[in-house]
């Protein structure tokens, strides 16, 4: 089974870095993405038109890399996430869960019993097609694959403690766009009511042993972010990293043109 470096990262007492992906599906990826030493790569399949099928090749390719495999499904519904951990992901991402019985039912879809009610289909993408002995796999998939519950509303904030103590569940991990969007403020990071709920996140991991995640989009962010104590990073998406290096090289390339 595939070491799922996100957790290899924690247990060395690291904090993982990872990066989503939601534009450039592409076949090179994967080695592109493994030569830059990342723990964890998200699959987006919310603001993305990537399909199961796009994904699971997204997956494939990924076997040949070192990070682990992530993937953000649209909605928290079985045929998503089982599906998605029977391609081969080694984690899922859910947006916006708001209350305790509805992380419970992620874990379910995505963990095998005794943990979960996931389905059983031995000797697919996620065992590489090999027939592998049941309980052992269960018992090992279940304790490495990845549960993050994204908390992007009021209601997941006030809830926060609860989601986070739900078994199964590893990591809240702040929407900030979604939630400042739904408490009135949108992209007001600064604002006393958003760093406020911040610190609850946080305080909701600590106390239940669980991680907190966020993507920032610039160093001053990761800083902050890192300060009031998210010890889970993705650096920005593919499309937004490919803009802000292409913007800040084609403008230097534009300097360096004038000035001959």
Not at 27 to 52: N, P, Q, T, W
Not at 66 to 74: D, H, N, Q, S
Not at 81 to 87: V, Y
Not at 234 to 257: E, F, K, T
């Amino acid at each position: 089974m595939k070491v799922n470096r996100y957790r290899q990262a924690l247990a060395e007492g690291r904090i993982p870095i990872g990066h989503m992906v939601w534009e450039f599906g592409t076949r090179g990826m994967a080695k592109i993405l493994d030569s830059l030493d990342l723990d964890f790569v998200i699959y987006d399949m919310e603001h993305s038109c990537f399909g199961v099928e796009r994904v699971a090749d997204l997956i494939a390719y990924s076997k040949a890399a070192g990070y682990a495999p992530f993937v953000r499904v649209p909605q928290p519904q079985y045929h998503f996430l089982a599906r998605i951990m029977d391609a081969g992901a080694l984690g899922v991402m859910i947006g916006n869960v708001q209350t305790p019985e509805e992380a419970a039912r992620i874990v379910q879809a995505v963990k095998f019993a005794p943990m979960g009610s996931r389905g059983v289909g031995i000797g697919t993408a996620h065992t590489d097609f090999l027939p592998l002995e049941p309980v052992k796999y269960f018992r090992d998939i279940n304790e490495s694959s990845v549960v993050i519950c994204q908390i992007e509303s009021p209601l997941g904030v006030e809830n926060a403690d609860a989601i986070a103590a739900t078994p199964g569940v590893d990591n809240l991990w702040v929407g900030h766009f979604d939630l400042s969007t739904q408490m009135g403020i949108p992209a007001e990071f600064q604002n006393p009511r958003f760093l406020e709920a911040l610190d609850k996140v946080i305080a909701a991991t600590r106390k239940h042993g669980k991680q907190a995640g966020i993507q920032p989009g610039a160093m001053e962010q990761a800083d902050q972010w890192l300060k009031i104590g998210f010890n889970v990073i993705s650096w920005g998406a593919d499309s937004a990293v490919y803009r802000g290096a292409m913007q800040s090289a084609i403008s230097n390339l534009r300097q360096r043109i004038a000035q001959k």
